[in-house]
């Protein structure tokens, strides 16, 4: 059972805008910054959001991150098919002094 | 743009140490630019951190696995180490080598493939 609470799976058609949520508590989410890693099939986690809203280059406008309180969520807008992975949130938690990763979101594009 | 890669035993058996070491090309782990950290996914399952290693040689472990865990660095190889000792069947996983920004070492930027360790007698 992860700290970080994400729901199992996600669809959508092409085109389409998908969120993704992420729950946590005040000792991890409530007082740290959040993380979103993409993991397409069979590769490396790849970093797509940090400090809960901020893209590193190359990751395209078409993924957005946001946070309120003990909860984030990530969007993708315009869903495409090679969006079709895993997604991960991440963040400190204080209580446990360590990195903590939600359980994981499967993306279809149907 | 730094690379990492990851080598050791793909088994290991059950009560002995786990050793895997991550070559890193693109930077120097001694700059002081990166946390060197060792991440782990479970067949199947999602991301555990187990640590990360400043350049200066602070650690910061897991504390589910600080217990059984030594990180280390050999500069003139420019490697990073793990070692996870006593190991169990619920030690194997993909292990993944990342790198961290130093601003904020929970920001993983750059990572290795992975090597999928089966702990069996």
Redesign the interface.
Known sequence: Q?VLTQPPSASGTPGQRVTISCSGSTSNIGS??L?W?QQLPG?????LI??NNQR?SGVPDRFSGSKSGTSASLAISGLRSEDEANY?C???DDS?????????TKVTVL | QVQLQESGPGLVRPSQTLSLTCTVSGDSISSGGYYWSW?RQHPG?????IG?MYSSGST????SLKSRLTMSMDRSKNQFSLRLSSVTAADTAVY?CASADNN?R????Y????TLVTISP
């Not at chain 1, 590769?43 to 970093?47: H, N, Y």
């Not at chain 1, 446990?96 to 994981?104: E, P, Q």
């Not at chain 2, 910061?60 to 504390?63: A, H, I, T």
């Open positions: 992860s740290n910054y993380y890693y590769t490396a986690p790849k970093l940090y400090r590193p991960y991440a963040a400190w446990l002094s360590g990195v903590i990763f939600g359980g994981g | 991440i399952k999602g991301l555990e951190w990360s910061y472990y897991n504390p993944y904020d929970r920001r993983f930027d990572w290795g493939q992975g």
